[in-house]
Structures are given as structure tokens and as C-alpha cells.
């Protein structure tokens, strides 16, 4: 029983495992250094950065106040001991 798969969109081509093997096979032959069953390469740093930018632009509200609430949290602590800090510095300087 074989499973029908859809094709994604930025594919040209959508191939079977056994067809893949049979032109990863004929490109073998012919001495290329191509692999067809290689995953992606890795996300370069601005492709990364470019894309979390993306991400963040198109969150919902719920979605940035479920972020946004937590980090305010973190921010009033951290600057809550930062503040401290200061304060007992500049009364032993």
C-alpha cells in the first residue's frame, strides 16, 4: 500500500524513493558531487535574523502579549537589581 504525497511548492519535481536513488545512482556514475537525498543546507546568520524578523512582524496580539508580558517581568527584575546596586554602591563610594 503506497502513500500519495503532495508535492511542496518550491519543488520542481517530486520524486519516490526509488526514483531519487535511480538518479542519485546515474549522477553517481557521472563522477557529480550532488546528493539528492541531502537535507537542506544550514541558515546563514542574516537569513536567520531576516526571518525572525518576520516571524515577530506577523504575530497575533495575543501571541505578543504572551511574550511581551513575561519579558516586562524579567526587565522590572533585572532593573529592579540593577537599581539596588547602584544605590548600595553609591552609599559605600
Known amino acids: 500500500m503506497e502513500t500519495e504525497y503532495e508535492c511542496p ?3 520542481a519535481v517530486c ?3 526509488d526514483e531519487a536513488m535511480e538518479v542519485e545512482e546515474i549522477l ?3 563522477n557529480a558531487e550532488y546528493h539528492i537525498m ?9 537569513q536567520a535574523v531576516a526571518d525572525f524578523t518576520w516571524q515577530i512582524l506577523f504575530l ?3 501571541e505578543l502579549a504572551y511574550i511581551a508580558l513575561p519579558m516586562s ?3 522590572f527584575y533585572g532593573l529592579s537589581i ?10 559605600y563610594s
Open 9 to 11: 511548492d518550491p519543488w
Open 73 to 75: 517581568v524579567l526587565a
Open 28 to 30: 553517481n556514475q557521472a
Open 60 to 62: 497575533s496580539p495575543w
Open 38 to 46: 541531502e537535507q537542506d543546507q544550514a541558515v546563514g546568520d542574516v
Open 82 to 91: 540593577y537599581w539596588m546596586f547602584k544605590k548600595i554602591q553609591k552609599k
Open 15 to 17: 520524486l519516490t524513493y
